[in-house]
């Protein structure tokens, strides 16, 4: 224990057990928050999340994140995002090529490993963060671009709120 | 004599032994800095939507009279749409004002029409172009989520055994259809 030696001899220690108290209700509190989340995402940095009272956990890790900037797919920068839009250059009767390109690419993996597993190919999901500011033209470029490449049922990422 | 000498040596390191919780207390704040800088503070959820899709294969079921339901998102108003597939087509339009009231309107109609039709559990929802993504995930939830005091909605949820009861309690219309994400 910690403790003052002076000349007088006196003993003065310091009282930790608060501390250690404090200490052990934030890690239990830590360690079961840390073990209940299946999956353990930060989102892009910049990248603001509309708010929900969905109930509904995150259970895959974002396929597609639409920052205020840039367009990612598994983390792979594809595009960019200039004034709130896709510059027409990157874009594709609507779609956005690069984000097509990327998510074919997911298609044809998703379906080798279906067949090896001796199942049928089935239509995919993705889940996709997407800055709040956002107007739903762009939403619908990306989900235009995936629906080209057979992704079919999307999960948004939201903030989870309560009511 | 000798017995007893040892004995009152023992009892004396006794009563000096003290814990030594310092490495425990080491452990504990490495553990505490570990967990608080990785620790996520956002609780993450999703909202799953669809998107039409058009295949070749031939329609087997056979045509009934169902309800569909339709949410229009404007800039300024949201649209509430009913028609039957088949005749009498019963035609209904409710309009709202895009601000947080209108919205719990719109939920409160759309749990009404829910409350008289159990069979209907998908909604179409449409929205234009400079609609922000955040009116469209609030919209999202007045559509799909169940809130306290609404009644709960049995629905058939094929192949999803023990999550039958959740997704009764969590939602209002489960599927939502993106009819706007069309070339």
């Given at each position: 224990?910690?403790?003052?030696?002076?000349?007088?001899?006196?003993?003065?220690?310091?009282?930790?057990?608060?501390?250690?108290?404090?200490?052990?209700?934030?890690?239990?509190?830590?360690?079961?928050?840390?073990?209940?989340?299946?999956?353990?995402?930060?989102?892009?940095?910049?990248?603001?999340?509309?708010?929900?009272?969905?109930?509904?956990?995150?259970?895959?890790?974002?396929?597609?994140?639409?920052?205020?900037?840039?367009?990612?797919?598994?983390?792979?920068?594809?595009?960019?995002?200039?004034?709130?839009?896709?510059?027409?250059?990157?874009?594709?009767?609507?779609?956005?090529?690069?984000?097509?390109?990327?998510?074919?690419?997911?298609?044809?993996?998703?379906?080798?490993?279906?067949?090896?597993?001796?199942?049928?190919?089935?239509?995919?999901?993705?889940?996709?963060?997407?800055?709040?500011?956002?107007?739903?033209?762009?939403?619908?470029?990306?989900?235009?671009?995936?629906?080209?490449?057979?992704?079919?049922?999307?999960?948004?990422?939201?903030?989870?709120?309560?009511? | 004599?000798?017995?007893?000498?040892?004995?009152?040596?023992?009892?004396?390191?006794?009563?000096?032994?003290?814990?030594?919780?310092?490495?425990?207390?080491?452990?504990?704040?490495?553990?505490?800095?570990?967990?608080?800088?990785?620790?996520?503070?956002?609780?993450?959820?999703?909202?799953?939507?669809?998107?039409?899709?058009?295949?070749?294969?031939?329609?087997?079921?056979?045509?009934?009279?169902?309800?569909?339901?339709?949410?229009?998102?404007?800039?300024?108003?949201?649209?509430?749409?009913t028609s039957y597939s088949m005749a009498p087509v019963q035609a209904n339009k409710k309009t709202f004002p895009s601000d947080e009231r209108g919205i719990a309107s719109l939920h409160e109609a759309l749990v009404r029409i829910r409350t008289d039709s159990k069979d209907?559990?998908?909604?179409?929802?449409?929205?234009?172009?400079?609609?922000?993504?955040?009116?469209?995930?609030?919209?999202?939830?007045?559509?799909?989520?169940?809130?306290?005091?609404?009644?709960?909605?049995?629905?058939?949820?094929?192949?999803?055994?023990?999550?039958?009861?959740?997704?009764?309690?969590?939602?209002?219309?489960?599927?939502?259809?993106?009819?706007?994400?069309?070339?």
């Amino acid at each position: 224990m910690a403790s003052v030696g002076s000349s007088n001899k006196e003993s003065v220690s310091l009282n930790i057990m608060p501390m250690m108290d404090v200490f052990s209700i934030l890690i239990t509190f830590l360690l079961i928050s840390y073990s209940s989340d299946p999956v353990m995402v930060d989102p892009k940095q910049g990248l603001e999340l509309p708010g929900s009272m969905t109930l509904v956990g995150l259970d895959e890790i974002p396929a597609i994140a639409v920052t205020k900037t840039e367009i990612f797919v598994n983390d792979n920068r594809v595009a960019d995002v200039v004034g709130g839009d896709v510059p027409e250059s990157q874009r594709s009767q609507g779609a956005i090529q690069s984000v097509y390109d990327e998510l074919i690419k997911l298609k044809e993996i998703n379906d080798r490993l279906a067949e090896a597993q001796g199942k049928k190919p089935k239509l995919g999901s993705l889940v996709m963060e997407m800055d709040k500011a956002h107007v739903f033209k762009l939403v619908k470029r990306v989900m235009i671009s995936a629906q080209q490449a057979e992704f079919v049922t999307f999960k948004l990422m939201v903030d989870k709120q309560s009511e | 004599m000798s017995v007893r000498k040892r004995k009152k040596r023992t009892t004396q390191e006794y009563e000096d032994a003290e814990l030594n919780i310092m490495p425990f207390i080491d452990v504990f704040s490495v553990l505490n800095t570990f967990l608080l800088t990785s620790a996520a503070f956002v609780t993450l959820g999703v909202i799953k939507v669809q998107i039409p899709f058009f295949t070749n294969s031939e329609d087997q079921s056979k045509p009934t009279r169902t309800l569909e339901v339709k949410v229009d998102a404007q800039k300024d108003q949201i649209v509430l749409d009913t028609s039957y597939s088949m005749a009498p087509v019963q035609a209904n339009k409710k309009t709202f004002p895009s601000d947080e009231r209108g919205i719990a309107s719109l939920h409160e109609a759309l749990v009404r029409i829910r409350t008289d039709s159990k069979d209907t559990d998908l909604v179409t929802f449409y929205t234009d172009d400079d609609v922000t993504y955040e009116q469209v995930v609030k919209i999202l939830d007045a559509i799909k989520l169940r809130k306290e005091n609404d009644p709960v909605f049995s629905i058939d949820q094929k192949g999803d055994g023990n999550n039958a009861e959740l997704i009764d309690r969590v939602f209002v219309f489960p599927k939502v259809v993106m009819g706007s994400v069309i070339l």
